[in-house]
C-alpha cells in the first residue's frame, strides 16, 4: 500500500521558515520522481517544486531562491525548506508521487504565514 504522509507545517510570522517532510511507503521510494503541491483557499492546487529520481530539480518561478527540495533516499522522505514566507504562502501543503502510472497524495500539511 503507498503512503505518503506529510508534515511540519504549522503557524509562523511573515520572514520566518519551515521544513516540511513527506515521507514515503510502499514504493521502490529511489525510483519515483517527487513533487510539492499547495492549494490555498479557494484555489487550484498549484506546483511548488519536484525532484526527480535522478535528483533533477524544478521551481515555480514564485518559489525560486526562497523554497529548497531534498531527498534522502535512505530515509525515503522529500524535504521542502522554506525561507522568507508570505502571507501568500499560506495554503496546503501536499507531497505526490506517480506509482505504476497511478497518482498518490498525502493528506497534505497546513502552513500559515501571519503578517
Known amino acids: 500500500q503507498v503512503q505518503l504522509v506529510e508534515s511540519g507545517g504549522g503557524l509562523v510570522q511573515a520572514g520566518g521558515s519551515l521544513r516540511l517532510s513527506c515521507a514515503a511507503s510502499g514504493i521502490i521510494f529511489s525510483g519515483t520522481d517527487v513533487g510539492w503541491y499547495r492549494q490555498a483557499l479557494g484555489k487550484q492546487r498549484e506546483l511548488v517544486a519536484a525532484?526527480?529520481?535522478?535528483?533533477?530539480?524544478n521551481y515555480a518561478d514564485s518559489m525560486k531562491g526562497r523554497f529548497t527540495i531534498s531527498r534522502d533516499n535512505a530515509k525515503r522522505t522529500v524535504y521542502l525548506q522554506m525561507t522568507s514566507l508570505k502571507p501568500e504562502d499560506t495554503a496546503v501543503y501536499y507531497c505526490?508521487?506517480?506509482?505504476?502510472?497511478?497518482?498518490?497524495w498525502g493528506q497534505g500539511t497546513q502552513v500559515t504565514v501571519s503578517s
Open positions: 505526490n508521487t506517480n506509482w505504476f502510472a497511478t497518482p498518490y
Open positions: 525532484i526527480t529520481r535522478n535528483g533533477r530539480i
